[in-house]
């Protein structure tokens, strides 16, 4: 069975607090690893897609790492408004998602 | 409007009512999709539609009747839901159709509560 696993479960940062939130993953044929944004009482909005061990991408203070077990979201020198619940997700066949619990981050100014 | 888009936003129902939930998406994509997130809990998928029609169920109670009359608009139609249901329920769309890897993007959600 496909499990994604989410750490940690919340984080405090004070602006400007670099820190990384970790989303390890067992599946069977990864095809792709999804990261998602989600404010409170709205859909989750997409940051990033990582196909393959060693693939990276970034986004303004973000950046998306991908290994074979597991992808981590690094985040630089944070902002308040970077403060949302982070969402990892897999995809192995089909169209089928399976995400993770999420980690909710606060940045304190 | 642009993107994918829910209403209504916010639904309160009794236990006997029948209610429906729409999605439109404005991004010319060929798949739809029926998520529900409950608090704690990680985004379940429900319903997955291809070109209209229904590839997926992930065995959702019958009290649960999903609708897609077109690529762009789908329906959520429910009836005689239990307390348990009151969550919130998020439509997203894909440009391919499934099997392949392609990035699902969500609409705002429909909170739902059920008395």
């Known amino acids: 069975e496909d499990q994604v696993t989410q750490s940690p479960e919340a984080l405090r940062l004070q602006e400007g607090e670099s820190s990384s939130l970790n989303c390890s993953y067992t599946?069977?044929?990864?095809?792709?690893l999804f990261w998602y944004r989600q404010d409170p009482g709205k859909g989750p909005e997409f940051l990033f897609t990582l196909y393959s061990a060693g693939e990276e991408k970034e986004k303004e203070r973000l950046k998306a790492t991908l290994t074979k077990k597991e992808s981590f979201l690094h985040i630089t020198a944070p902002k308040p408004e970077d403060s949302a619940t982070y969402l990892c997700?897999?995809?192995?066949?089909?169209?089928?998602?399976?995400f993770g619990e999420g980690t909710q981050l606060t940045v304190n100014p | 409007e642009t993107g994918v888009t829910q209403t209504p936003r916010h639904l309160v129902m009794g236990m006997t009512n029948k209610k429906s939930l729409k999605c439109e998406q404005h991004?010319?994509?060929?798949?739809m999709y029926w998520y529900k997130q409950s608090a704690k809990k990680p985004l379940e998928l429900m319903f997955v539609?291809?070109?209209?029609?229904?590839?997926e169920n992930n065995s959702v109670p019958s009290r649960f009747s999903p609708e897609c009359p077109n690529s762009s608009h789908l329906f959520l139609h429910l009836h005689t839901l239990q307390p348990e249901d009151s969550a919130l329920y998020l439509c997203?769309?894909?440009?391919?159709?499934?099997?392949?890897?392609?990035?699902?993007?969500f609409g705002p959600g429909t909170r739902l509560t059920v008395l």
């Open positions: 991004l010319g994509h060929n798949a």
């Open positions: 997203a769309s894909s440009g391919k159709p499934s099997g392949t890897t392609d990035t699902q993007y």
């Open positions: 599946v069977s044929g990864l095809r792709g």
């Open positions: 539609y291809n070109f209209k029609e229904q590839t």
């Open positions: 997700a897999v995809q192995v066949g089909g169209s089928r998602l399976t």
